[in-house]
């Protein structure tokens, strides 16, 4: 699962990683917001995580919760 970081957006300009998805699962309300990952098309390829440390990778793990 892709995470948005929002205290490493700048939240200043329109976010130059929504081009780079390849199934359009980031959007962005607004340019002087964080981006936002749809769960439901991201497909976990991690482009977005290698260009930009906004972006992060994180585990759900079910036992724990």
């Excluded at 981006?35 to 724990?64: M, N, Y």
Aim: proline share 9%.
């Amino acid at each position: 699962m892709i995470a948005v970081n929002e205290k490493f957006c700048p939240k200043n300009h329109i976010c130059p990683v929504i081009r780079l998805c390849p199934v359009g699962a980031i959007s962005q309300p607004t340019p002087f917001s964080a981006p936002v990952v749809d769960q439901e098309k991201c497909i976990d390829c991690g482009r977005c995580v290698r260009a930009c440390r906004t972006f992060t990778r994180v585990s759900l793990d079910v036992a724990q919760a």
